[in-house]
Nanobody, 119 residues
Framework: QAPLVESGGGSVQAGGSLRLSCSAS?????????HGWFRQRPGYEREEVAG???????TYAKSVRGRFTISKDYPKNILYLQMNNLKSEDTAVYYC????????????WGQGTQVTVSP
């Protein structure tokens, strides 16, 4: 079983919304873990689009700031990425990931979910 399992990807028209979910069940889900959403677009390197620490403080890539919102339901141990006003350039495979807070390396990854935004 993958440590993290994403869901919620799909196809949407530009301007639409999607919410990605990431269920965390395969790694030590203690409170001191930080999480992130990454994406890999065709022809581009994987990039972090949003991160959240154990104090629920969030950071965003400039390209998605104001459109995407990362959140975590700690009791259910589910990570979310709400994506609004989607653009064709948001088309990518999206991954959730976890790391120990205080470290920079993400050690646990999901399998990815495809998001396709049509013009």
């Amino acid at each position: 079983q993958a440590p993290l399992v994403e869901s919620g990807g799909g196809s949407v028209q530009a301007g639409g919304s999607l919410r990605l979910s990431c269920s965390a069940s395969g790694y030590p889900s203690k409170w001191n873990y930080c999480h992130g959403w990454f994406r890999q677009r065709p022809g581009y390197e994987r990039e972090e689009v949003a991160g959240i620490d154990n104090a629920q403080s969030a950071t965003y890539a400039k390209s998605v700031r104001g459109r995407f919102t990362i959140s975590k339901d700690y009791p259910k141990n589910i990570l979310y990425l709400q994506m609004n006003n989607l653009k064709s350039e948001d088309t990518a495979v999206y991954y959730c990931a976890a790391r120990r807070c205080g470290e920079t390396t993400y050690n646990w990854w999901g399998q990815g979910t495809q998001v396709t935004v049509s013009p």
